[in-house]
Structure formats: structure tokens, C-alpha cells
């Protein structure tokens, strides 16, 4: 069926397809709301750790109460013994610094950004706080861990001295032989019960002039160990000076993995070349870590084999008998027990537990009590002070039978109706008249002003005319993405391809993007576009690092804007982008005719409107897409 066949269904028709798939139902996800889990680990055999941030947006956590808090394991069991601290409650945070050691680095970038950041940053250390070096070239050499700043600055002065540093560091560079040697460290630190996950960063200063051949397994084993361990890996990258080696495309792509592993383990990724910026970016991140809360319990109800291939987990908030905050479910591999097999308890007088809009009261569910749709959980909403959930009964069979029938029925009369208008379409001549004198003949020429197509009477329901557009079956406008400035060919275009477009740099399948830019300025998820079949377009920032701009301006963080043809959109500042649209630039003119007319010669432009239905074959064109391979 054409595009032009699907817009002249009748609307009864998209009417009853609606009430189909609505009575469906519709599926609602389980978003967090108030804490975020940033690391979801197994600290010791039969133990869960969840690492959790709150967004700020949470009153009471200032002092966590353990009774205030559950942490649910797979299928919303609760998971007994949890107790609740904050992290710079537990003890001082490990700071390992992987330092790029090659000669071009040493030379260059570590003078101007390595070692003035590090000075400041050593000197701000906490009173439980640690810090260690870690050298590499083509290999990797481990410093002692200090507990004075003044220590650490030692190290980093004379490497070879201190630290047995190998000078063929000169000659090459590779940075998974430091993360690598990073990791060893704190996974024996944590073995000795001298580091604890959560309290532990990684800082990697380079230009990431690798030169080494690794593969995306390689960094792929050394993301999943991090997040294992509880790490921060933060990257501070610099230009890379001019030089053979480790140049290109093998650069660019350790710049977009160090900044998926920035990403994934909550760390700094700041490529500025400015000691300040980067050193800004830091201590806000660490603040930050140290404001996390470790929600800990033991392992319960969990077979040995679903151990093998991972479980999921989550935390929730309730003070006061009131569910205020909750995180998304993450998943895991944990430390396994035969004691992780036993079940777990049922903190609840409720047989079966309780939903989550439901509390249990006097060994009853009962609707909880609530302030805001968000306290409800997903399918409720709160209404009246109490948690309602939202109609999701399945139809009876009888009715599906009887929807079944109907849209048969409707099918057929779509089908016949379609038949008969292009048969109308294909023969637009009138019936041969009865024999007329020759000055009548230019009669029938004058009639394609009125053809049939206009003068089809939509079909009437019960008496009622219907509309003649189905909005639900209309397609997308067809809109374009066109590069107008930075680090790209300008001029080249990138379709809206569907009603969500996901835009950012990474190409990991878990991060879901539509276009890819493979920049180490565009966040791993940088912004969305919303398309409608209306033709309005809104983009929303997805809390990029380094901005989204609309016109000059700067969105702020989440914000949701719309846009118009012309519009100019800014991603970082790298990459300049314009919202064009074929169609729209064809239907300006007839938009507003007036100011044209006035432009030109008056009668000229007065005589064309009555070849006016020419124009027909522009709407063909918003259906033609031409960048190719977009």
C-alpha cells in the first residue's frame, strides 16, 4: 500500500485500529527515582554491596537508618542483615595514579598538566585518604602507596629513582599495561581488607599515543573489573604532540574507550589541556563519590547455577511507612554460598508480599499512602493521598472475537473504497454525452478544475460525517540533520529516522544511539530528538558533559526544547548541526503569498495560481530521502 493510499484511509478505520491496540495495554518501566546504583557487587562470599548515589532530591540521608532501607533481590525478595553508612563514614579513599611515562608525554603535557594538577590535588588530601603512583610505557612499574602528599610528589619527581621505572618507557606507550597494573593493586589492597570497594579511584594522565594492538576484549575485561571492584576510572587526556605512532585511527578509538569506561564506573573524562578544569572536574567527582551511601545484606534465595550467569538487585527508601526513593534494578555475579541458597525472610506480615503500590497494614495489603504519582511505582499513580493502580485487566474473550470481526469488516470497506477511487483515478473522464454543437466542446475541457478526487464525500457512520485523515497512520515529515560546522564534512546529513532518535558517541548496543559521532567531546549519550507526524521536532539534553547547545544558547541539564527548521544545534563544541526539512522549505511560498506578490510584477504571479494543483507532486517529495546510506 502507497503513502498516499495509507493518508486517504478513513479515520473510522484508524479509529478502530487505536481501540485495538489500546485495549492491549501498555507496559511500564521500572525507572529509579532519587538514588541511582553506580556500582552493584558481591564484596565477599554470601554478601551484596550496592553503591548508591542520591540525586539530591531526598530529604532524611544525611544520617542513613538501616531499617529505613531494603535491598531487593531478584523477583523483589528482601535481602536480610542490611546495614546503610555513608561512604566517608567507612574509611579514607584510594587514589592510584597511572601516569603516561612515555618520552613525548614526559616531555610535553606532563609538565604543563600532569604534575601542577597533582601537587594541588595531593595536597587535599583527607586524613584517612592514600595515594600511589603508577608508571607505564611499554610497561608498567607500581610505586609505594602514601599516606603524605609530600611522599606521592617525591615519586612523581624522579620515577627511575624511587620506583625502578624502566627508561625503555621512553619509546612507547601502553595504557592498559598502567590500568591493568592499577587494578592488581586494589585488588590485593581490598584482599588485605586495606581498601574497601566504593573508596577507590583511578586517575590516568595521557595523551592515549597508544601503540600497542588491543583488542576491544581487552578493554572490555578491564571495564567489567572496575565495576567489580568498585572503581572511579578518571581520565585526564591531552593533545597528542606531533610524532609517529599511536596517531590516527588507533587514537581515536582509546579516546572513545576511555571515555565508555569514564562512563560506566561514574568517572571524569576532560580532555581541556587547562590544569584548572581538569582539576576542578576531579575533586567534584571525588566529593561526590565520597557522598555515596553502601547499602550492604547478605545473599538469600539464590540457586547455584543463577549465581553462575548473574542476578539483579535494587534499593528502595521508606521512612515513616512511606516509600520515598528508589533505584533501577542492576545486575550482578555474586560470591556464592550454600547459605545463599536458604530463603529469604518475609519482613512482611503480608502473605504474598505485598505490590509496590501497596504497604502492609495489620497483616493486610492496603493502597500506600502517598504524596506524588512517583512514590505509586510504575503502572499507579496517587490519587487522593492513597497509591491506585492503573486498570489493567485483560478484555474478555467475547470482546476480542467481536474487535476481531469489526476490524475484518472495516478492512473490506477500506479495501473496496480504495479500489473504487483508483478506478475514479484512472479514468477521470466523464460518461460520453449526448452529441453537442462544436461551441459547446470547450465545456469538458474546463472540467479538471473540478475533478473527482475532491468532490469524494467521506463515509458516514451513524449519520455523522467522518473526517477523511487518519493521524494515527500519518508518516513522520521527513527531517534532516546537516553538519553546517566543527570536526565533520560540512554539509553531510543524517536522517530522523523514526520518532526517537538517540544522538551521542558511543556505539556499545547498551547505550542504544541512533547516530553515532564518534567524538571524544559528544557524551556517550548526548541528546534525543522527537519527532511527530504533526512536524513538531523537541530535543532534550541527556545531561552531556560538555553541553547541548539550541542557537547560542545552552540547554541546561535534561532540559526539552523544540525546534524548527533553521534551527541550529550545537553538541559540545565540536559539532554544529541544522534542522532542515525539504518539504517545508517547498510550502513557504504558499504559506504567505501577500509579500511575495508585492516583491514582483503583479499580474505574472496573479495568472499562476490557477495551475495551482500542480503543486501536488511537491508532497510527493517529503517521502524521498537523497544523502544516501543515513
Not at 584517612?128 to 603508577?134: A, C, P, Q, T, Y
Request: proline share 8%.
Amino acid at each position: 500500500m502507497t503513502t498516499r493510499a495509507v493518508r486517504r484511509l478513513p479515520a473510522w478505520l484508524g479509529l478502530g485500529m487505536g481501540l485495538g491496540f489500546g485495549l492491549a495495554g501498555t507496559v511500564a518501566r521500572a525507572d529509579g527515582n532519587g538514588l541511582q546504583v553506580r556500582h552493584l557487587l558481591s564484596p565477599e562470599p554470601g554478601k551484596v554491596q550496592a553503591l548508591v548515589e542520591p540525586d539530591g532530591s531526598v530529604s532524611g540521608l544525611s544520617s542513613p537508618v538501616a531499617t529505613d532501607f531494603a535491598l531487593l533481590l531478584s523477583g523483589g525478595q528482601s535481602a536480610p542483615n542490611v546495614t546503610v553508612r555513608k561512604n566517608s563514614d567507612r574509611g579514607g579513599l584510594l587514589t592510584l595514579v597511572v601516569l603516561d611515562d612515555s618520552g613525548s608525554y614526559r616531555s610535553r603535557a606532563g609538565q604543563t598538566v600532569a604534575r601542577p594538577l597533582l601537587q594541588s590535588y595531593s595536597s587535599s588530601l583527607g586524613p584517612s585518604d592514600r595515594i600511589g603512583l603508577v608508571v607505564f610505557g611499554t610497561d608498567a612499574t607500581v610505586c609505594p602507596i602514601r599516606s603524605l602528599g609530600a611522599d606521592f610528589l617525591t615519586d612523581l619527581g624522579n620515577p627511575e629513582q624511587v620506583c625502578g621505572a624502566a627508561k625503555s618507557n621512553l619509546h612507547a606507550t601502553n595504557l592498559l599495561s598502567g590500568l591493568r597494573a592499577a587494578l592488581a593493586v586494589v585488588r590485593k589492597e581490598q584482599e588485605e581488607k586495606r581498601a574497601l570497594p566504593g573508596l577507590v579511584e583511578i586517575l590516568l594522565f595521557s595523551d592515549a599515543g597508544d601503540e600497542a594492538a588491543v583488542s576491544a576484549d581487552d578493554w572490555k575485561s578491564v571495564q567489567t573489573s572496575a565495576d567489580a571492584l568498585g572503581v572511579r576510572v578518571s581520565s585526564i587526556l591531552s593533545d597528542m604532540p606531533g610524532g609517529a605512532g599511536g596517531g590516527g585511527q588507533q587514537r581515536l578509538a582509546s579516546l572513545t574507550r576511555l571515555r565508555e569506561l569514564g562512563d560506566k564506573t561514574q568517572g571524569v573524562y576532560d580532555n581541556s589541556n587547562s590544569p584548572v578544569t581538569a582539576l576542578q572536574a576531579l575533586r567534584t567527582g571525588r566529593d561526590k563519590q565520597k557522598s555515596w551511601l553502601s547499602v550492604e545484606a547478605a545473599l538469600c534465595g539464590i540457586k547455584a547455577d543463577s549465581a553462575s550467569t548473574g542476578i539483579d538487585a535494587r534499593v528502595e527508601y521508606s521512612a515513616g511507612g512511606l516509600r520515598r526513593a528508589w533505584s533501577g534494578s542492576r545486575s550482578f555475579k555474586p560470591q556464592w554460598t550454600t547459605q545463599s541458597e536458604a530463603p529469604c525472610p518475609n519482613l512482611s506480615s503480608c502473605l504474598p508480599s505485598c505490590k509496590l503500590w501497596e504497604q502492609c497494614t495489620a497483616g493486610k495489603c492496603a493502597p500506600r499512602a502517598c504524596s506524588a504519582d512517583e512514590l505509586c511505582g510504575p503502572g499507579a499513580r496517587c490519587i487522593a493521598g492513597h497509591c491506585e493502580l492503573l486498570a489493567t485487566k485483560s478484555p474478555p474473550l467475547w470482546l476480542w472475537v467481536l474487535l476481531g470481526g469489526l476490524l475484518v469488516l472495516l478492512g473490506g470497506a477500506a479495501t473496496a473504497l480504495l479500489l473504487r477511487r483508483r478506478s475514479r483515478e484512472a479514468d477521470p473522464k466523464p460518461s460520453p454525452s449526448p452529441v453537442a454543437a462544436p461551441p459547446v466542446k470547450p465545456e469538458p475541457v474546463a472540467q479538471p478544475a473540478a475533478p473527482a478526487e475532491p468532490a469524494v464525500v467521506p463515509p458516514v457512520v451513524g449519520g455523522v460525517v467522518a473526517a477523511a485523515v487518519a493521524p494515527l497512520l500519518d508518516p513522520l515529515p521527513e527531517t534532516h540533520l546537516v553538519a553546517i560546522g566543527g570536526r565533520v564534512t560540512i554539509g553531510e546529513k543524517w536522517r530522523l529516522h523514526k520518532a526517537k532518535v538517540y544522538v551521542g558517541g558511543s556505539s556499545a548496543k547498551e547505550d542504544g544511539n541512533d547516530i553515532v559521532f564518534s567524538m571524544p567531546q559528544i557524551s556517550s549519550k548526548h541528546a534525543l530528538f522527537e519527532l511527530y507526524p504533526s512536524g513538531a521536532l523537541w530535543l532534550t539534553d541527556l545531561k552531556a558533559r560538555n553541553g547541548t547547545f539550541l542557537n547560542g544558547r545552552q540547554l541546561a541539564a535534561g532540559e526539552r526544547v523544540q525546534l524548527r527548521p533553521g534551527d541550529q544545534v550545537k553538541l559540545s563544541q565540536q559539532l554544529i548541526l541544522e534542522i532542515q526539512r525539504p518539504g517545508a522549505e517547498h510550502k513557504a511560498p504558499e504559506a504567505a503569498p501577500a509579500p511575495k506578490i508585492e516583491a514582483g510584477p503583479a499580474k505574472p504571479v496573479e495568472a499562476k495560481p490557477v495551475a495551482a494543483e500542480p503543486a501536488k507532486p511537491v508532497d510527493k517529495k517529503k517521502t524521498v530521502f537523497d544523502p544516501g546510506n543515513r
